[in-house]
């Protein structure tokens, strides 16, 4: 059996160790060693990476007991290796598996939370719990979370036997039997875990949940920890500090100026509405009785265009076609009174796209504004 140096002192960086042996698997090797600080896949963490001598370690797995290292490269049987694991990222892993046991414990003793999926995500972590809880009752067990993290307390990890086990409380997705390795965050939590984790609270720096949402029969939330946490909470500072100015609002008021231009622009949305109301009834009058008519407008949307065709169409008493655009495109609504035989006939003209039903058509073409002309005088 591989020993284990990631439960000893899961602060190793650097270790030296014997190649057990090494086999080909498709174009990378599987190498054992005789002991190792590389953590297998496993708990929602994923595998640690590195190198061994000059190997790329690609992946850390776990199979039959043994520690399965996936290398890019051969490594030979006896041979003494210096080894070094991707610390930067493993020490990420450590801060977000440690602040998501920080949480379930909280929440779990708070509100009767359990735990049943956690994964550590390349940007974020996932937990799912069961029952489903608040977003205020989220932030109440975040604030706790973050109180025993500044505690800086010592983390405790252990291997009771099973009649100490018995006598432990402590949390678990499953029933486990056999050796049990229990991670112990005195204060907020006791959890069944093979995962590795910081030494102290402290190290973890900070936990910031990011959402909540309603998953299955509980809730699925997003977190980050330790440096994602700061990146994070730097990242949404600079974009608040963007924002300010260009709303010229203090770092602290960006919502209610943000607020205030939406009702701006709502007001704004308003006028212009009841302007392309007014717009349409002046051309409704305007075509009224005069049988076919051809329309040019600027700086209207699909939706406009639409409605101005079907008002106009409905007043003018035959075809009628809303064009608006510039240059060589144009959107269009054509309402022509046949089986969409004229509008088929226009799109090949004019290299248009489009089409419809029940008698209404809409696409663009592209086509200036006096080959438009051309086809209507040619065609209607």
């Known amino acids: 059996m591989t020993q284990r140096l990631y439960y000893s002192d899961p602060h190793t960086r650097e270790f030296e160790a014997t190649v057990v042996s090494c086999r080909a698997c498709g174009d990378k090797f599987e190498i054992t060693l005789d002991r190792t600080a590389f953590y297998p896949e496993g708990g929602g963490q994923p595998g640690d990476t590195g190198r061994i001598g000059v190997v790329a370690v690609t992946d850390t797995r776990e ?20 080894c070094e694991i991707d610390w930067a990222r493993r020490f990420d892993f450590m801060q977000q598996h440690s602040g998501e046991h920080i949480l379930s414990g909280i929440l779990n003793r708070r509100f009767g939370c359990e735990n049943v999926g956690f994964h550590i995500g390349a ?19 975040e604030a706790e979370a973050n109180s025993f993290i500044r505690q800086n307390v010592n983390v405790e990890t252990f291997f009771p036997s099973e ?8 949390r678990s997705k499953k029933e486990l039997s056999g050796e049990v390795r229990i991670v112990r965050f005195p204060g907020a939590d006791t959890c069944a875990c093979c995962g590795t984790h910081v030494k102290s609270s402290g190290e973890i720096g900070l936990i910031k949940t990011l959402s909540i949402k ?17 990146k994070h ?10 924002v300010s100015c260009m709303l010229s609002a203090k770092i602290y008021e960006t919502a209610a100026a943000v607020s205030r231009l939406l ?5 704004l949305k308003r006028r212009f509405y009841e302007a392309e109301e007014q717009m349409i009834a002046d051309r409704v009058e305007k075509f009224r009785g005069k049988g076919d008519a ?8 699909p939706n406009a265009v639409r409605r101005l065709c079907d008002a106009v169409a409905g007043a003018c008493g035959g075809r009628c076609a809303v064009f608006s655009g510039g240059g060589d495109m144009y959107r269009y609504a054509v309402i022509s009174g046949d089986d969409g035989d004229f509008v088929r006939r226009m799109n090949a003209s004019l290299g ?3 089409g419809g039903r029940d008698g209404l058509a809409q696409g663009s073409v592209s086509a200036s504004k006096e080959a438009i002309v051309e086809f209507f005088k040619a065609n209607v």
């Open 352 to 354: 248009g796209r489009g």
């Open 63 to 82: 199979r039959d007991g043994e520690i399965i290292h996936i290398a890019s490269g051969s490594a030979a049987e006896g041979d003494a290796v210096r």
């Open 294 to 301: 051809l329309l040019f407008e600027d700086g209207l949307d």
């Open 233 to 242: 909470v730097c990242s949404v500072c600079e974009q608040n500090r963007a």
């Open 263 to 267: 009702e701006e622009n709502a007001a």
């Open 163 to 170: 009649a100490e086990l018995c006598d432990i409380p402590y």
């Open 214 to 230: 309603k998953f299955r029969d509980g809730v699925r939330i997003e977190l980050v920890c330790g440096e994602r946490a700061y």
């Open 123 to 141: 940007d974020v972590v996932t937990i799912d719990f069961a029952p489903a809880i608040t977003e205020a009752e989220l932030s109440e067990a």
